[in-house]
T-cell receptor, first 117, second 117 residues
Framework: QQQVKQSPQSLIVQKGGISIINCAYENTAFDYFPWYQQFPGKGPALLIAIRPDVSEKKEGRFTISFNKSAKQFSLHIMDSQPGDSATYFCAASKGNAGGTSYGKLTFGQGTILTVHP | EAGVVQSPRYKIIEKKQPVAFWCNPISGHNTLYWYLQNLGQGPELLIRYENEEAVDDSQLPKDRFSAERLKGVDSTLKIQPAELGDSAVYLC???????????????FGPGTRLTVL
């Protein structure tokens, strides 16, 4: 069962442009939504995360927008740079303890971002 | 602070052979995760440990996969016998989980790339 759907699969952006990646989830019990960045040959690294009590979170050039009613969240990368070229994964989990599945991250399929200089 | 250490980084084996992966989490992190990442996909949880207890192993194929975390620190994931479809990257992650909340960043290691011939 695909619980977190991510789009697009790949994205090409010019340097200085805005990169937007979207995710939709099904499980309303999810209450923690992180974005991970992965470079080739490396493990995923946390970029930014949000909880559903806020609709937006910004850290530097990275912003998460969250729409609880639509069960959607997105990552915006402002002023995209060639160094941002990587694979980005959205994820979701139940942060609060309750059953054995809390803390388990369910990942989207990933988006390969290429930023041209 | 040293990150999550995994070894080996690469492993090539013949099908039906056994293989083992080792993970050393970040010091002080009580929660350890093993994820499977197929090419072009997001990581999928195999097993999660809280200290030395496996609290979620529902996605671990127990007929051929086994894991242990003796003394609640290092962990080993084993496959016996390996099949062609096991070719993937095996990621280890750790986090510091306290109390009833698991809104904690998971730190990933670089992974072990397994190729089964």
């Amino acid at each position: 069962q695909q619980q977190v759907k991510q789009s697009p699969q790949s994205l090409i952006v010019q340097k200085g442009g805005i990169s937007i990646i979207n995710c939709a989830y099904e499980n309303t019990a999810f209450d923690y939504f992180p974005w991970y960045q992965q470079f080739p040959g490396k493990g995923p690294a946390l970029l930014i995360a949000i909880r559903p009590d806020v609709s937006e979170k910004k850290e530097g050039r990275f912003t998460i927008s969250f729409n609880k009613s639509a069960k959607q969240f997105s990552l915006h990368i402002m002023d995209s740079q060639p160094g941002d070229s990587a694979t980005y994964f959205c994820a979701a989990s139940k942060g609060n303890a309750g059953g054995t599945s809390y803390g388990k991250l369910t990942f989207g399929q990933g988006t390969i971002l290429t930023v041209h200089p | 602070e040293a990150g999550v250490v995994q070894s080996p980084r690469y492993k090539i084996i013949e099908k039906k052979q056994p293989v083992a992966f080792w993970c050393n989490p970040i010091s002080g992190h009580n929660t350890l995760y093993w994820y499977l990442q197929n090419l072009g996909q997001g990581p999928e949880l195999l097993i999660r440990y809280e200290n030395e207890e496996a609290v979620d192993d529902s996605q671990l194929p127990k007929d051929r996969f086994s894991a242990e975390r003796l003394k609640g620190v290092d962990s080993t994931l084993k496959i016996q016998p390996a099949e062609l479809g096991d070719s993937a990257v095996y990621l280890c992650a750790s986090s510091r989980t306290s109390g009833m909340s698991s809104y904690n960043e998971q730190f990933f290691g670089p992974g072990t790339r397994l190729t089964v011939l």
